[in-house]
């Protein structure tokens, strides 16, 4: 039997974007029903993504802090790893805050509907339950919030339990003596360094240069050393170009990518292989084809300022609407959105989005890079703090760090900031408002620090651009 219901908007998918989206929309008054495939709020991140992997990235850091400790004359037993408890701790942080989002939708009177939404028309949407019900929503406005799913590696047809994507590397079912690693990118890096803490010998293929492509090499040089310590080989410049199951394993061949040659041996076999290639966005399946909304040639929803599709009534916020895939640039989106449907004067259109790996150590960075600026032929100037000349590194026996800004030569405005070193993504965000403020490396420069701390490398950067760093010496013309 098909049930009817009725709703002002109807936010579909209940990720950081879709949670945020279904909240702000309440606080205005609305009535909103958020539709999700997962039992409770909180969406792909939430459940099987950002959160679990963070949390695992956690025990990944703390792991290396014992081992790192010894050169500090402390000495740890070798530790044990008890997987089960371990699982049982990650899910335990992934239902405290999915209880926590379920407490306030409650609170807020959203109405969250499980199932799987298929649009009509455009005020009219299905929603499938696993149950195999279904309820007919229509809407006067909604909001795609689909997110984006792992992509899979083109011309591999293998199905194989030994094989992996990132949602199932994250059940941690178990730790494999061997791991190999399709991808360079952030999500490769992030779950290689858990395996690799964790025991695994991890071995890392790249078809591009290096790890990281696009990000500023003078960042991901520093980690790329780390990295090759703590794998046990990084392979750039390769490909896969075979993959077969063996009793044993899966045995993977290797092949440069042009004229590079692969270290032998060019066949390998790993007892788990880890695909990690991207990820594309959630737009099939929707309807939209019974809609005007249009897509590009890569399948994100186009929007415009206000985040509204060609189709009046539809908004897309989040990875389906297009780079950079980050959750709280969808949360930002979501906001915007939602004050659009209500008649507020808002675009989407921020100077910064801080972007964040959290490997060890982490590369976080916004606003303009210098590839950037190299690409667009722009002047700038470029300020290095290394964390070798800051006390609070050094204490943390991590002094590999630097703090870059990035500045207008004529203005000396800031433009961007990147920052590579333990806890970076929790300095990025003073830089993120440097940006967004428009201020200049005088700003930053007069704003009193706490000593000794980490978040002292963006004074010390803008000291270090105006001359007057006590900490580095700049030779006299």
Same mark, same amino acid.
């Given at each position: 039997?098909?049930?009817?219901?009725?709703?002002?908007?109807?936010?579909?998918?209940?990720?950081?974007?879709?949670?945020?989206?279904?909240? !702000?929309?309440?606080?205005?008054?609305?009535?909103?029903?958020?539709?999700? @495939?997962? %039992?409770? %709020?909180?969406?792909?991140?939430?459940?099987?993504?950002?959160?679990?992997?963070?949390?695992?990235?956690?025990?990944?850091?703390? /792991? $290396?802090?014992? !081992?790192?400790?010894?050169?500090?004359?402390?000495?740890?037993?070798?530790?044990?790893?008890?997987?089960?408890?371990?699982?049982?701790?990650? !899910?335990?942080?992934?239902?405290?805050?999915?209880?926590?989002?379920?407490?306030?939708?409650?609170?807020?009177? #959203?109405?969250?509907?499980?199932?799987?939404?298929?649009?009509?028309?455009?005020?009219?949407?299905?929603?499938? *339950?696993?149950?195999? &019900?279904?309820?007919? =929503?229509?809407?006067?406005?909604?909001?795609?919030?689909?997110?984006?799913?792992?992509? +899979?590696?083109?011309?591999?047809?293998?199905?194989?339990?030994?094989?992996?994507?990132?949602?199932?590397?994250?059940?941690?079912?178990? =730790? %494999?003596? *061997?791991?190999?690693?399709?991808?360079?990118?952030?999500?490769?890096?992030?779950?290689?360094?858990?395996?690799?803490?964790?025991?695994?010998?991890?071995?890392?293929?790249?078809?591009?240069?290096?790890?990281?492509?696009?990000?500023?090499?003078?960042?991901?040089?520093?980690?790329?050393?780390?990295?090759?310590?703590?794998?046990?080989?990084?392979?750039?410049?390769?490909?896969?170009?075979?993959?077969?199951?063996?009793?044993?394993?899966?045995?993977?061949?290797?092949?440069? #990518?042009?004229?590079?040659?692969?270290?032998?041996? $060019?066949?390998?076999?790993?007892?788990?292989?880890?695909?990690?290639?991207?990820?594309?966005?959630?737009? @099939?399946?929707?309807?939209?084809?019974?809609?005007?909304?249009?897509?590009?040639?890569?399948?994100?929803?186009? =929007? &415009?300022?206000?985040?509204?599709?060609?189709?009046?009534?539809?908004?897309?916020?989040?990875? #389906?609407?297009?780079?950079?895939?980050?959750?709280?640039?969808?949360?930002?989106?979501?906001?915007?959105?939602? +004050? $659009?449907?209500?008649?507020?004067?808002?675009?989407?259109? %921020?100077?910064?989005?801080?972007?964040?790996?959290?490997?060890?150590?982490?590369?976080?960075?916004?606003?303009?890079?210098?590839? @950037?600026? !190299? @690409?667009?032929?722009?002047?700038?100037?470029?300020?290095?703090?290394?964390?070798?000349?800051?006390?609070?590194?050094? *204490?943390?026996?991590?002094?590999?760090?630097? *703090?870059? /800004?990035? /500045?207008?030569?004529?203005?000396?405005?800031?433009?961007?900031?990147?920052?590579?070193?333990?806890?970076?993504?929790?300095?990025?965000?003073?830089?993120?408002?440097?940006? +967004?403020?428009?201020?200049?490396?005088?700003?930053?420069?007069?704003?009193?620090?706490?000593?000794?701390?980490?978040?002292?490398?963006?004074?010390?950067?803008?000291?270090?651009? /105006?001359?007057?760093?006590?900490?580095?010496?700049?030779?006299?013309?």
């Amino acid at each position: 039997m098909e049930r009817i219901s009725a709703t002002q908007l109807a936010v579909i998918g209940s990720g950081p974007g879709g949670y945020a989206a279904a909240f !702000r929309a309440a606080d205005l008054g609305l009535s909103v029903t958020l539709i999700g @495939q997962e %039992p409770a %709020p909180g969406g792909i991140c939430l459940h099987v993504g950002c959160i679990p992997s963070k949390a695992l990235l956690h025990v990944a850091r703390v /792991l $290396a802090e014992a !081992r790192e400790a010894e050169r500090w004359g402390v000495t740890f037993a070798a530790p044990h790893l008890d997987l089960e408890r371990l699982r049982a701790w990650k !899910r335990s942080v992934v239902d405290r805050l999915t209880g926590g989002l379920r407490l306030l939708a409650e609170q807020r009177g #959203v109405r969250y509907l499980r199932g799987r939404a298929h649009l009509l028309d455009a005020r009219t949407l299905l929603v499938e *339950t696993d149950a195999g &019900d279904a309820e007919r =929503v229509s809407f006067q406005q909604a909001i795609l919030a689909t997110g984006s799913r792992p992509a +899979e590696l083109p011309g591999l047809s293998l199905s194989s339990p030994r094989l992996m994507d990132s949602t199932r590397a994250l059940e941690l079912e178990d =730790v %494999p003596r *061997t791991l190999l690693v399709i991808g360079g990118g952030y999500i490769g890096l992030e779950l290689g360094t858990v395996y690799a803490m964790l025991g695994a010998r991890v071995t890392l293929v790249e078809m591009l240069p290096g790890i990281l492509p696009g990000m500023d090499r003078d960042l991901v040089s520093i980690l790329a050393r780390r990295i090759e310590s703590l794998f046990e080989a990084v392979l750039v410049n390769t490909i896969v170009a075979d993959m077969r199951e063996e009793a044993e394993g899966l045995r993977v061949r290797l092949e440069g #990518v042009g004229g590079h040659a692969v270290p032998p041996p $060019a066949e390998r076999v790993f007892e788990r292989v880890l695909v990690c290639v991207g990820r594309r966005p959630n737009a @099939q399946g929707l309807g939209l084809e019974r809609t005007r909304v249009e897509r590009d040639a890569r399948g994100f929803v186009q =929007v &415009d300022a206000q985040r509204r599709t060609a189709e009046p009534t539809l908004f897309a916020i989040g990875d #389906v609407a297009g780079e950079p895939m980050l959750a709280h640039k969808a949360m930002h989106e979501a906001r915007v959105a939602v +004050e $659009a449907i209500v008649g507020h004067h808002t675009t989407f259109a %921020p100077r910064a989005i801080p972007a964040v790996v959290f490997t060890d150590p982490e590369i976080a960075w916004c606003g303009l890079t210098e590839m @950037q600026a !190299r @690409q667009e032929n722009r002047p700038i100037k470029v300020a290095r703090f290394p964390w070798a000349a800051s006390g609070r590194a050094v *204490t943390l026996d991590r002094p590999e760090g630097v *703090t870059k /800004l990035i /500045l207008d030569p004529e203005s000396e405005r800031i433009l961007g900031v990147g920052i590579v070193g333990v806890g970076a993504g929790e300095l990025i965000a003073e830089g993120v408002l440097a940006v +967004e403020m428009g201020a200049r490396a005088s700003d930053l420069e007069k704003v009193i620090h706490p000593h000794p701390t980490l978040s002292e490398t963006l004074m010390e950067a803008a000291e270090a651009f /105006l001359g007057v760093s006590p900490h580095l010496y700049r030779r006299k013309a």
